[in-house]
């Protein structure tokens, strides 16, 4: 290939993983989406491709449906064990962050909500919502009408906003939270962090990937004395995690979470959803597969000062 396609891909190469991401909901599904979109686009015939930006998102979108429609695909989310890659900010992959919408699009819980989603349902609301595309475009993508890409959009729109947990909030507010979950959570004090959690609250965990399905917590009782489990440390948990990592709190998908840094690997992601002052729900990765791309990030980054020194 001439530097000057290879040169025209690598341009677009951010924005594509970008996309892939969302649809996706892994980095590294993304990663070889965008790799496998670049031997399509050397194998073309390029004199032919009057738009390569719009080719290159018809073949990037198309690839991830077809993952996403494949069937170790449907095994994995059916079995109920799947939650999102998680990503620390800053990482090009999380992409435009601009508006409410796409900062909202690219959150742990809304990436889980739209696994609820049809896959043309999702490849609709996130073309339209994150990247802008008009629905004349969007059809050629998916080859439907554009009386079918608004209805899409419509039903993707209802439902992502059926399970939005208020507006946006600022992350300084939203680290002041945390910081004071955390610190009731350290304590033990169960009756405070009761008080922190909204009446509706979740909690999901993979379960560090070892479950077959992921653990949910559903009431503001059981998500305390989960909390309090977790963030206190015995030798047994200890062992468990391989050791005594640090705990620091950093901005994963655009939310406020607590990292477990051991020997410079991060061990464990949770992110926190709040509203209204209080923590709205609780995501907890620790599958080791869904944290190299967070961990290789945090070795680029300058990390925060730890909150926990030795848990």
């Known amino acids: ?163 939005r947990r208020g507006g946006e909030v600022d992350p300084e507010s939203a680290r002041k939270v945390l910081e004071e979950f955390l610190a009731a959570a350290n304590s033990g004090r169960t009756e405070r962090l009761v008080a922190l959690l909204t009446d509706d609250a979740t909690a999901v965990s993979d379960g560090a990937g070892t479950a077959r399905a992921l653990w949910r917590y559903d009431t503001p009782e059981r998500i305390a004395a989960m909390m309090r489990t977790a963030f206190r440390p015995s030798p047994g948990r200890r062992r468990l995690a391989g050791g005594s990592p640090a705990i620091h709190i950093a901005r994963v998908n655009g939310r406020p979470a607590v990292l477990a840094v051991r020997e410079d690997q991060v061990v464990g992601a949770v992110a926190f959803e709040v509203a209204d002052g209080k923590v709205a729900a609780v995501h907890g990765i620790a599958a080791p597969e869904r944290l190299t791309r967070l961990t290789a990030m945090w070795h680029r980054l300058e990390p925060e000062t730890q909150l926990i020194g030795q848990w």
């Open 1 to 163: 290939m001439d530097s000057t396609a290879t040169d025209r891909f690598e341009t677009g190469r951010a924005r594509l993983a970008s996309l892939a991401y969302r649809l996706l909901g892994s980095a590294s599904d993304a990663e070889d989406v965008v790799q496998d979109a670049y031997l399509r686009w050397h194998a073309a015939d390029r004199a032919r491709i009057e738009v390569p930006e719009a080719w290159l998102a018809k073949v990037v979108t198309n690839l991830c449906l077809d993952r996403l429609r494949s069937a170790p695909a449907r095994r994995e989310r059916a079995a109920g064990a799947w939650l999102p890659e998680p990503l620390l900010d800053g990482d090009p992959m999380l992409g435009p962050a601009e508006t409410f919408e796409q900062r909202e699009s690219v959150s742990i819980a809304v990436l889980t909500l739209m696994e609820r989603l049809a896959p043309v349902e999702r490849a609709v609301y996130v073309l339209r919502e994150v990247f802008s595309y008009p629905h004349a475009e969007i059809a050629g993508i998916l080859d439907i009408s554009e009386s079918a890409s608004q209805q899409h959009l419509h039903r993707a729109r209802r439902r992502v906003a059926a399970a």
